[in-house]
C-alpha cells in the first residue's frame, strides 16, 4: 500500500528541472522534498509527498479534508491496545 501525505511548501531552495528541491510542512516538522514533479508549484501550495518526492498539486481545502480524518485517526497514548477498535 503506498501513502501520500499533504504539505504546504514554505520555500523552494533548488530550481534545476531535475533537481528543484523544495522546505515542505507537515504539521510540526519540515522535510526537504524533491519537487521536479510538480514544477508549476510555487511557495504556498500544497503538494501531496510519497517517499521524499511530490507527485502532485492539490487545493488547500483538498488538504484541509485530509488532516482532518488524519486526526479522526489518532489514536490516544493512554488507550490499551485492547480499547483499539477493529
Known amino acids: 500500500?503506498?501513502?501520500?501525505?499533504?504539505g504546504l511548501i514554505e520555500d523552494?531552495?533548488?530550481?534545476?528541472?531535475?533537481?528543484?528541491?523544495g522546505k515542505v510542512r507537515f504539521g510540526g516538522?519540515?522535510?526537504e522534498i524533491n519537487l521536479?514533479?510538480?514544477p508549476d508549484a510555487q511557495v504556498g501550495?500544497?503538494?501531496?509527498?510519497?517517499v521524499g518526492i511530490a507527485i502532485s498539486?492539490?487545493?488547500?481545502?483538498?488538504a484541509e479534508q485530509v488532516f482532518h480524518y488524519l486526526e479522526?485517526?489518532?489514536v490516544p497514548e493512554n488507550r490499551?491496545?485492547?480499547?483499539?477498535?477493529r
Open 57 to 62: 498539486q492539490i487545493k488547500e481545502a483538498e
Open 80 to 85: 490499551r491496545d485492547d480499547e483499539v477498535p
Open 29 to 31: 516538522i519540515a522535510r
Open 36 to 38: 521536479s514533479l510538480v
Open 12 to 21: 523552494i531552495i533548488g530550481n534545476s528541472p531535475l533537481e528543484r528541491t
Open 72 to 74: 479522526a485517526l489518532e
Open 1 to 6: 500500500m503506498c501513502l501520500g501525505v499533504p
Open 45 to 50: 501550495d500544497y503538494v501531496i509527498v510519497h
